[in-house]
């Protein structure tokens, strides 16, 4: 899907090599630079299963990305730590995935006040369909995206399934008209 990316089916931009970190802080982008001990390869460990599914959807689809790049200040001494930063931009905000299987509210206001700090695009992932009434918050209000993937267990069996789901709304996400992919400068 990269390929045909970089071949002009999705726009691509680049960043300048003096992009620096207190900048895309500002601005809400990262650069992702291959030689970051933070890329995204496939020797990278991640957490659990959820992550590794989304690991290998990234890494198959050729989306350069980081894991746990950064942690990023919000109120009242608390920290954001995003899972995967990519390369996609969609309406020049930069693309967050967050797997994540147990959903508080505590957590998504968390997600929230990151996205108002920092303007990612943030996408959350998980096997919960949160369906009205209860609870009485669906996560969708508080992110830019929510994926609702049935399925998405932390189990090592369901990994091929769900790397495979993840690839089919990573393709969805790069179809918008409105979705970019960065290319990093060297």
């Not at 090599?17 to 895309?24: H, L, M, N, P, V």
């Not at 108002?116 to 009485?136: A, D």
């Amino acid at each position: 899907m990269h390929e045909k990316a970089m071949q002009g089916k999705y726009a691509v931009i680049s960043i300048s090599s003096s992009f620096s970190a207190i900048d895309a802080k500002a601005k809400g982008k990262v650069e992702i630079d291959p030689s970051d001990r933070h890329y995204l390869r496939t020797n990278s460990e991640v957490k659990d299963p959820r992550e590794s599914a989304v690991k290998y959807a990234l890494l198959d689809m050729n989306i350069p990305s980081y894991y746990e790049h950064m942690q990023y200040p919000l109120s009242n001494s608390k920290a954001y730590f995003p899972d995967f930063t990519t390369a996609l931009i969609i309406d020049g905000r930069q693309v967050i995935l967050e797997p994540h299987g147990n959903i508080s509210l505590s957590y998504l206001q968390k997600l929230n006040e990151f996205i108002k700090s920092y303007g990612f695009y943030v996408v959350l992932i998980s096997n919960k369909p949160f369906q009205y009434p209860e609870p009485k918050w669906h996560p969708g209000e508080f992110v830019d995206d929510y994926w609702y993937i049935k399925g998405f267990d932390n189990t090592s069996k369901s990994l091929n399934t769900s790397t495979g789901h993840v690839e089919k709304k990573l393709e969805k996400l790069l179809r918008k008209q409105n979705c970019e992919v960065i290319a990093a400068a060297h």
